[in-house]
């Protein structure tokens, strides 16, 4: 059966760390670019990092960038998102997605084939 489960969430305070893993099974991890998405309560989903393939391209947003580092392990079928510096404003679920195929150009929502259920990220003091 086709999975992503994301783990890794929690609460930090500002200023802290977190690694975020997805954990992918039931198909050819490497047919796919990952992406990492959040949405905050009360405000539309956002883009936030994506990885190739292979992991030679990655993009963020300006939001985090400088800050979030993904990284991917093929042979673990594992997608990572390191968050440093955290923010109150990087509070949100934060889902990964696989599009099959597909380029990783920016961290966009269109055309991703499957969804985890999310884990919850709370950055407060």
């Known amino acids: 059966q086709l999975q992503l489960v994301e783990s890794g969430g929690g609460l930090v305070q500002p200023g802290g760390s977190l690694r975020l893993s997805c954990a992918a099974s039931g198909f050819t991890f490497d047919d796919y670019m990952i992406g990492w998405f959040r949405q905050a309560p009360g405000k539309e989903r956002e883009g936030v990092s994506c990885?190739?393939?292979?992991?030679?391209?990655?993009k963020y947003a300006d939001s985090v960038k400088g800050r979030f580092t993904i990284s991917r392990d093929n042979a673990k079928n594992t997608v990572y998102l390191q968050m440093n510096s955290l923010k109150p404003e990087d509070t949100a679920v934060y889902y990964c997605a696989a599009g099959r195929f597909r380029s990783c150009v920016s961290p966009s929502a269109d055309g991703m084939d499957y969804w985890g259920k999310g884990t919850l990220v709370t950055v407060s003091s």
């Open positions: 990885i190739s393939r292979y992991g030679g391209s990655t």
